[in-house]
């Protein structure tokens, strides 16, 4: 996906919009001598990281959850999961 945005004309605005709301908040970061992922103050309060994070392994990328709200969202998508399937098959991804 980042490849497809990066490729898009970024004189259109909703172009420039939507790529800041998907990569505005994106960090490289490092691994501490002991192997722990040290992830920013910013993304951890805007993600209400408390004592539990999940990582979840998404394609190409990780994505960090707040072990709560990962549950929560993955318990309203897995009661969706036939109604996705479906959009999905009719555009042809499935």
Not at 25 to 49: F, H, Q
């Amino acid at each position: 996906m980042s490849g497809k945005l990066g490729d898009a004309s970024m004189l259109q605005s909703d172009q420039r919009s939507f790529n800041r709301l998907m990569f505005g908040r994106a960090a490289e970061i490092g691994v501490d001598a002991l192997g722990r992922v040290l992830i920013p103050d910013n993304l951890k309060a805007s993600i209400m990281l408390d004592s539990k994070a999940v990582l979840i392994g998404v394609q190409n990328r990780v994505e960090v959850w707040n072990e709560k709200k990962w549950n929560e969202y993955k318990r309203m998508i897995e009661k969706q999961a036939d109604i996705l399937a479906e959009k999905l098959g009719s555009v042809g991804v499935l």
